[in-house]
Nanobody, 130 residues
Framework: QVQLVESGGGLVQAGGSLRLSCAAS?????????MAWFRQAPGKEREFVAT????????YYADSVKGRFTISRDNPKNTVYLQMNSLKPEDTAVYYC??????????????????????WGRGTQVTVSS
């Protein structure tokens, strides 16, 4: 089982930037198909934000963050990042990273569903003030 720890959240004004980090331990990325970021705002369901393959050659983004957020990874450091620019108040949420195990399915299949992921961090709070 992989353990994930997020960091980098905080309070920022609208239009500002934050970079979230997700440090993985317990299992190397080689047994993982990819990693993802999800978020959950108060009173709402958890939603997909972005995902990246183990090799970093493919990414997918939610329409709401496309062009503003960038997901990346540093495999020697076992860390995945989420660079968030042009933040909006509606980006306020707890952000979670998740590991997608290898199940023999295409990377593009169901990447937006939390059922595709087997390990989650505890989350980091991002608050964007207007």
């Amino acid at each position: 089982q992989v353990q994930l720890v997020e960091s980098g959240g905080g309070l920022v004004q609208a239009g500002g930037s934050l970079r979230l980090s997700c440090a993985a331990s317990g299992r190397t990325f080689t047994s993982s198909t990819g990693m993802a970021w999800f978020r959950q705002a108060p009173g709402k369901e958890r939603e997909f934000v972005a995902t990246i393959t183990w090799t970093g050659d493919r990414t997918y983004y939610a329409d709401s963050v496309k062009g503003r957020f960038t997901i990346s990874r540093d495999n020697p450091k076992n860390t995945v990042y989420l660079q968030m620019n042009s933040l909006k108040p509606e980006d306020t949420a707890v952000y979670y990273c998740a590991n997608r195990p290898f199940r023999g399915l295409p990377f593009g299949y169901n990447y937006y569903s939390d059922l595709s992921y087997d390990a989650w961090g505890r989350g980091t709070q991002v608050t964007v003030s207007s």
